[in-house]
């Protein structure tokens, strides 16, 4: 990919004066509250003036009383997935879930938010579809009520383009930088999988009712509602099966949920079950046997029991579905292993990691590097965790480090940098924000990964990263909004103007197909100033 052009001298100028407010979460709130705010003011109605008062303000909106029944035309979908109806005077906004741009819908209004021009509602049906509604497409009979799935009735391709605009409404709206410096969003990588690709669940359920702290607990004496929560409440929905699973935990599932039925005498509390998937290669030619599954220290199973075999030309693939935080799952990246505790964070769509990680690997190095006559040769993994990116990429690099602030997801790291033959590649247990102080590498021949939590990268991380000032970083995020927000910062550089850097891509990637969640990738260059 080329380097965006070199910006004229004013466009930083300009940069310098941006003021990004860090003090936001920059969560779903803000960011519906963000679209809401643009919807009305590109429809704001021309208003007649007020010849005796001309600075009066327009009376509030008349709204209809909670959990009435309206009907509403939805303009467009936010960036959390939820459809934005205009009341009939465009003044206020319908926030309408399970819908596309274009469908007239019956809803109910469930809460009012009047200062925030805006009202909650209850999707009930759809009168007239829109263009882009497809209900073919469906794949959950619990779509519509369900709080998992947002995006089942639109076909993927219009799923892969609204979320290249949730991308580039990111930066417009979060990161604060003129549009001259942010480089045009790709297309959004698409999941193989659209379905049945999801490695881990954690479906749950309630306390006994009338339990509370301080009192005599009883246990459950009908099974509850096991699953997710309703849309827009806090309910638990009972979850039979769901389809975004993989075989293996959709049948890990039904046989917690049968377990759970099974010992509901043992339940004084609620619960938060897990499913992750765990694969063994066992190879065809017998050099190795396949491991016996855990055993907790009770001698009870650390997995539901049901297991998948797959046979591919070389091994037998073994599924299994781990339900024990503390035991170990595996998967595979390509032949790249990695174990981790099951309950510990790995991403959760093994489908696309192949691509994902053959993406930031052909982007890792500029072009040109081998002609450089101080080319990068390091790679520093800041969040690290298990070591997806450090040991992705750890051929392309003479040394590699990973830092993560969990103990245990070294532990892990260690153990899958030896798994995978990888000597050149170490990891450290540190506070990533304090990780820059310590670097072994040379700022000016070394990539930074980092891929921070939804919150985004901490003011310290940020100056001592600027501090540091490696010459290429490849900013990896579950929250684009965040990271445009970080970006920004790394763009108009340190406060003596020493170190600043330049875009040269970004592109969102879909791991959770369905919903409205898409990742990013941030591809930035050490300037030249």
Not at 231 to 258: A, F, H, W
Not at 275 to 300: C, H, I, N, Y
Not at 375 to 386: E, N, Q, R, T, V
């Amino acid at each position: 990919m080329q380097n965006p052009p070199k910006k004229p001298d004013n466009a930083i100028k300009r940069r310098k004066k941006v003021k990004v407010d860090r003090t936001k979460s920059n969560g779903y709130d803000e960011v519906l509250q963000t679209d809401i705010d643009t919807l009305l003011r590109k429809n704001k109605p021309a208003s007649e003036p007020d010849a005796e008062n001309p600075d009066a303000s327009p009376p509030p909106p008349t709204l209809p009383e909670n959990f009435t029944e309206i009907e509403v035309k939805v303009a467009e979908i936010s960036s959390t997935g939820d459809g934005l109806a205009l009341s009939d005077n465009a003044d206020h906004v319908y926030v309408v879930p399970f819908t596309v741009p274009g469908d007239k819908a019956l809803v109910k209004v469930v809460r009012h938010f009047p200062s925030l021009s805006y009202s909650l509602t209850d999707f009930l049906k759809v009168i007239e579809p829109g263009p882009q509604r497809n209900d073919a497409g469906i794949g959950c009979q619990y779509f519509g009520k369900c709080s998992g799935c947002q995006l089942q009735m639109m076909p993927y391709e219009d799923q892969l383009a609204h979320k290249r605009r949730i991308v580039e409404k990111a930066y417009a709206n979060f990161s604060g930088l003129i549009p001259e410096l942010v480089p045009s969003i790709d297309e959004t990588f698409p999941s193989p999988m659209q379905y049945g690709y999801r490695t881990k669940l954690t479906p749950h359920f309630a306390a006994p009712p009338g339990n509370k702290r301080g009192k005599v607990r009883v246990a459950h004496t009908e099974v509850p509602p096991i699953g997710f929560t309703f849309k827009n409440q806090r309910k638990d929905m009972d979850i039979e099966d769901c389809p975004l699973g993989t075989d293996i935990v959709r049948q890990g599932l039904k046989s917690e949920r049968r377990r759970v039925a099974e010992n509901l005498g043992k339940y004084t509390k609620g619960a938060t079950l897990l499913m992750r998937e765990s694969t063994t290669r066992v190879p065809k030619d017998g050099s190795s046997r396949p491991k016996t599954p855990e055993k907790k220290k009770d001698g009870s199973p650390t997995d539901s029991g049901d297991v998948i075999r797959v046979e591919h030309d070389q091994y037998i693939e073994e599924k299994r579905c781990v339900t024990d935080n503390n035991a170990t799952s595996v998967e595979y990246v390509d032949d790249y292993l990695f174990s981790n505790k099951a309950g510990a964070f790995f991403q959760n769509n093994n489908s696309i990691l192949s691509g994902f990680t053959d993406y930031i690997r052909q982007l890792a190095l500029p072009k040109g590097n081998d002609q450089d006559p101080k080319p990068i040769k390091y790679l520093l993994d800041a969040y690290s965790g298990s070591g997806l990116f450090t040991i992705t990429l750890s051929p392309l690099f003479k040394s590699s480090l990973g830092v993560d602030v969990a103990g245990d997801s070294i532990t892990s790291a260690r153990e899958n940098a030896r798994a995978n033959s990888l000597p050149n590649t170490g990891f450290a247990a540190a506070d990533a924000a304090v990780l820059f102080k310590d670097v072994p590498y040379p700022a000016d021949q070394t990539l930074l990964v980092i891929d921070p939590p939804r919150k985004g990268c901490s003011d310290d991380f940020l100056r001592q990263l600027l501090s540091y000032g490696p010459r290429r970083v490849a900013y990896v995020s579950c929250n684009v909004h965040t990271q445009a927000r970080d970006v920004a910062v790394m763009v108009q550089g340190d406060a003596e103007g020493k170190v600043r850097y330049e875009i040269e891509s970004i592109r969102g990637f879909d791991f959770f197909p369905q919903t409205g969640h898409v990742e990013g990738v941030a591809i930035l260059n050490r300037a030249v100033v």
